[in-house]
């Protein structure tokens, strides 16, 4: 740290000089670049003439603007940078990690478990209606969706384009048998998810010897395939016009949410109307079932189908040779996947109470799967706040209308959210090629857990 | 009892249309460290993969311990105790050494895991020293012991080795097939063993095949190649450098 101290201090002087040289030169080079670009514009008038319009106001505010970034960067971005990477490595040598990280996961829980709670008190019963079902549940419901991907893709290793698909299984299996037969959520639920399940080994059988972009471009076909079905299957799906009047699910039959029934919550309670205690009984239990999802990704880890899983992605060979069969451990990491997709599929199906094709579009599949990669294959920690991020982050630009001011009445904020997403993409890909936890866990110790060095360490043969 | 551990006969292995290996008969005794040596391309490593069933032989048969094994699919092949470190070594680069470990002891369920893991510590003290590393992590010859350590986990009967000294520094080598053969001594472990390097593997076997363009051309024991006038020119003074 002193060594930086006292280059910084030498170089005080010389600092500003440098920043205040490479921003005039960072001027200069814009001016050259953008002179023919922006500071003059051809157009046609009203009598088809070329005219020459001349926008030096434009330009300048180019130039000024590359001068300035230049400058700011190398007077105060960089030294800053530097001082922090210095300290950072300094840091890391000899303390351990702080009491936050090493129990994120037991806070995160304990904290959403207070969530609606608090959204109530600050907000009062309607105003939490938004953050608990708008924030909460949505970025719950992708969780649980990238957490049962990442059995497939994170610990399996297959690449599977079409996730989407188990989760309109799921969605559709509820929305339909509980319509036609009037089974209740919590037969359905599982049902759904064996449903989806079976559907995932139908799937894996004609890609068993397929891998990498070849098995990507055929479950994104399967998730294709699934969608068509449901638009053009009119008379069991109703098609593009969707199933409408899902039933709501109640607190295992004893309280209801529909509110001509006797036993309605509100009521046995004495509280007042509101859809509120729906959204947070719907917010508990997506909880509930993406941290199933989680408990049973960290136990198949730690047990032999887990560990097959793991070194089935690393090395599909060597794992014959060492006896495990490939064709199960394949169909069983396509299944449970599916499975948990399908759970929230009918999950969806109840929250909405409306499901259509609509909604199980390939831009699902791609967004779960970004989820996947951006938090780090395989750590389900940095899968959910990359979920929270990515899926929050969109629901955010909804609220920025102060942006309308700024930019004038026209402007929807969230038209640009694939811009941002694909921008935020490629910003983690840069900083953190691995995703935002890219160091795989080890799930066994001989003694003690050691540092291990090669976080590093590339797929393929190192 | 016949003591014929593994039996190779009459075995034609084709990849598409171009045939790899033209009739082999190769047979492995109990107790025995054989090698195989040959050129490049001259279908060393066909046989060995043939063996263990992956490409499977188009004709001919392959008898492991009086079972007829030329049909089964490679992992029930391995659970007859048939292990392999295969050519390239393909350890689990992203799991530790330790998970590798564990990965080859999944036919027991890890049942004897532990006792087994520590014999495999005093045979190659570096994988010990580097349990808790990535396997990528490792140097080429770590990435052998671990790959030969992985195939001992599962106890194996036969165990089949492919150019374990691919890519390693003389030392290295020296080691490996020290390993090797305290393996054959103390716990009678039968070995098949392909290699490039055929001084040492000569050396090291009770008896050899040499392999030509898919066909076995001679066979003896290690001592008689060895002093073979045709075998020393084809692959030991030739090949030495």
């Known amino acids: 740290m002193s060594n930086i101290s006292n280059t910084n201090e030498s170089a005080g002087g010389n600092l500003t000089a440098r920043a205040l040289r490479e921003g005039i030169f960072a001027g200069i080079i814009a001016l050259g670049l953008f002179v023919l670009f922006v500071g003059l514009e051809t157009t046609q008038n009203i009598r088809n003439e070329l ?95 990238a957490w049962g991907l990442n059995i497939v893709v994170g610990l399996a290793g297959l690449l599977d384009l079409g996730y989407v698909a188990f989760y309109a299984v799921g969605a559709y299996s509820y929305a339909l048998l509980s319509q036609q037969f009037g089974f209740s959520f919590w037969v359905l639920l599982p049902l759904a998810g064996i449903l989806a399940a079976f559907w995932g080994m139908i799937l894996g059988f004609p890609v068993l010897r397929l891998k990498g972009d070849y098995l990507a471009i055929v479950t994104l076909a399967f998730g294709e395939i699934i969608r068509l079905v449901l638009i053009n299957w009119t008379e069991v799906t109703k098609g593009t016009f969707g199933v409408s009047g899902i039933p709501k699910a109640s607190i295992f039959g004893i309280w209801s949410f529909d509110v001509s029934a006797p036993n309605n ?77 399908g759970f929230a599929g009918s999950f969806f199906a109840v929250r909405q109470g409306f499901v259509s094709p609509e909604s199980f579009v390939f831009l699902e599949s791609a967004i779960i799967l970004a989820i996947v990669v951006l938090g780090g294959m395989g750590s389900l920690v940095g899968i959910a706040v990359a979920a929270a991020v990515m899926v929050g982050g969109t629901e955010l630009l909804r609220e920025m209308t102060f942006l309308k001011a700024v930019f004038g009445p026209d402007f929807t904020p969230e038209l640009y959210r694939m811009l941002i997403f694909g921008l935020a993409m490629v910003v983690v890909m840069v900083w953190k090629p691995r995703g935002f936890v890219g160091s795989r866990e080890p799930t066994a110790f001989l003694r003690e857990r050691k540092s291990v060095s090669g976080s590093f360490t590339k797929e393929g043969h190192g | ?11 034609e292995t084709y990849y598409g249309n171009i045939r790899a290996l033209a009739g082999v008969n190769v047979e492995v005794k109990k107790g025995e460290i054989v090698s195989l040596i040959g050129a490049n391309g001259a279908g060393k490593s066909t046989l060995m993969m043939t063996v263990c069933g992956s490409p499977q032989a188009r004709t001919g048969s392959i008898i492991f311990d009086g079972e007829d094994i030329t049909r089964l699919p490679t992992h029930l092949i391995a659970r007859r105790r048939i292990a392999q470190s295969p050519e ?154």
């Open chain 1, 51 to 145: 005219v020459l319009n001349q926008r030096w106001g434009l330009l300048a505010i180019f130039v000024i603007i590359a001068a300035v970034g230049r400058f700011l960067t190398v007077a105060y971005f960089q030294p800053s940078m530097a001082a922090r990477k210095a300290a950072a490595s300094k840091v890391a040598a000899d303390t351990e990690e702080s009491f936050f990280k090493r129990n994120f996961s037991k806070i995160a829980i304990v904290a959403l478990l207070i969530y609606p709670p608090l959204m109530v008190m600050l907000f009062g019963v309607q105003g939490s209606l938004k953050w608990v079902d708008n924030f909460g549940i949505q970025i719950l419901i992708y969780v649980m969706l």
């Open chain 1, 265 to 341: 919550f509100a009521k046995a309670f004495g509280l007042p109307m509101s859809s509120a205690y729906y959204k947070i009984f719907l917010f508990y239990l997506i909880l509930a079932l993406a941290l199933l999802t989680a408990y049973v990704t960290i136990r198949l880890r730690r047990m032999p189908i887990g560990r097959a899983w793991e070194a089935l992605r690393e090395d599909e060979i060597a794992c014959r040779s060492l006896g495990i069969n490939t064709v199960t451990t394949k169909l069983t990491a396509f299944a449970i996947g599916a499975m948990f997709g």
């Open chain 2, 1 to 11: 009892m016949s003591d014929t551990l593994l039996s190779v006969q009459g075995v």
């Open chain 2, 88 to 241: 390239g070594r393909r350890i689990f680069p992203r799991m530790t050494v330790y998970e590798n470990l564990q990965m080859g002891a999944s036919l027991d369920n890890l049942k004897y895991f532990n006792e087994d893991v520590e014999k495999i510590f005093t045979l190659f003290p570096r994988l010990k020293e580097r349990q808790s590393q990535r396997g990528g992590t490792l140097s080429g010859g770590e990435q052998q012991m671990l790959s030969i350590g992985r195939a001992l986990m599962a106890r194996p009967k036969l165990l089949l080795l492919d150019e374990p000294s691919l890519g390693l520094a003389p030392l290295i080598i020296k080691q490996i097939f020290d390993a090797i053969k305290v393996l054959n001594e103390e716990q009678g472990l039968t070995v098949f063993l392909v290699e490039q390097n055929a001084f040492a593997a000569l050396k090291l076997s009770h008896r050899a095949y040499v392999m030509v363009n898919g066909q076995v051309t001679m066979s003896g024991s290690g001592k008689e190649l060895l002093a073979n006038p045709e075998v020393r020119a084809a692959y030991l003074e030739g090949g030495r450098h």
